[in-house]
């Protein structure tokens, strides 16, 4: 079954000035590593059980990084697709065609580590017929062996990804159909206070996938308007909001804007412009 958000993959044109983005906003970056014969690298910056990514083409390897990734970077960084986990993704593939969706065949995939350590996993990507910005993984390599290297501790106090937001032009028909890839049922459409959209929340696990489609002015209308649909928004509980805006602040970056969500706790907003075109929001106690 699918189990949760495995993880989203922040594409952006140079490696090192993303990660060090990301550390004045208080994640605790490490080397990844490299992709053999996909012509890309990556930092990643793990929580409890799922990660950030930060992926780049690695110089002199544009042709194997292929003619999608190029056009998407020429967009700008940003969230170019949301891994989903599962537990068993040969029979999620199957569950999937029998639904009518159109996915690939489960492919072997792999990342060596700076040490030299081989991370192994499984992916499912969706076919031209079914084009939404996510695909669906399965770990070989066991979590604990994943995380070798990575506190998980942040300076921000980030403990996990909660939910990734994917801005739509239609929250019901966007709905329908992320209902049938990932099978489960249609959520109810609620207002979402922080970015100002109509949404639903698909719940896998821990984490929620929400399609937004954009009620006023505010984040998801920014988001839509700059670079079409697509995901644009990562939330994370934190152990502290002052804590973590003292580091941003600290570290020369501008106070992050602040609101309330519809469940009524306080968040707020890192900017694209601080974030490689992502929205980073963090909600938790003061």
Not at 101 to 106: A, N, R
Not at 184 to 209: C, E, S, Y
Not at 220 to 225: I, T
Not at 257 to 266: F, K, L, P, Q
Request: net charge neutral; proline share 8%.
């Amino acid at each position: 079954m699918l189990t949760r958000i495995d993880h989203v993959m922040i594409c952006v044109p140079n490696l090192q000035a993303a990660v060090e983005a990301y550390m004045r906003i208080g994640f605790d970056v490490r080397p990844g590593g490299v992709h053999p014969g996909a012509g890309t690298e990556n930092a990643i910056a793990f929580f409890q059980d799922d990660y950030l990514e930060l992926l780049a083409v690695r110089a002199g390897e544009e042709r194997l990084a292929g003619a999608a990734l190029s056009e998407f970077l020429a967009r700008g960084p940003g969230i170019r697709y949301v891994a989903v986990q599962s537990d068993d993704l040969a029979a999620d593939v199957a569950a999937m065609r029998g639904r009518g969706v159109d996915v690939g065949d489960p492919v072997d995939g792999g990342r060596r580590t700076p040490a030299g350590q081989e991370l192994r996993w499984r992916a499912a990507r969706l076919g031209p017929a079914t084009p939404l910005p996510i695909f669906f993984i399965e770990h070989v390599t066991l979590l604990a062996e994943r995380r070798r290297g990575h506190s998980g501790v942040h300076p921000n106090g980030a403990l996990r990804t909660e939910r990734v937001y994917i801005a739509v032009s239609d929250v019901a028909k966007a709905a329908e159909t992320y209902s049938r890839v990932l099978g489960v049922p249609v959520p109810r459409v609620q207002r979402g206070n922080v970015i100002k959209a109509d949404m639903a929340v698909f719940d896998l696990g821990p984490t929620g996938l929400t399609v937004a489609q954009p009620a006023e002015a505010g984040p998801a209308a920014e988001a839509l308007a700059r670079r079409g649909p697509g995901p644009f928004q990562v939330l994370y509980p934190t152990r502290s909001m002052d804590a973590a805006a003292t580091w941003m602040t600290d570290h020369g970056l501008p106070p992050p804007a602040r609101g309330v969500r519809n469940t009524g706790e306080h968040a707020m907003l890192v900017e694209p412009a601080q974030a490689c075109g992502v929205y980073v929001g963090l909600f938790g106690p003061a």
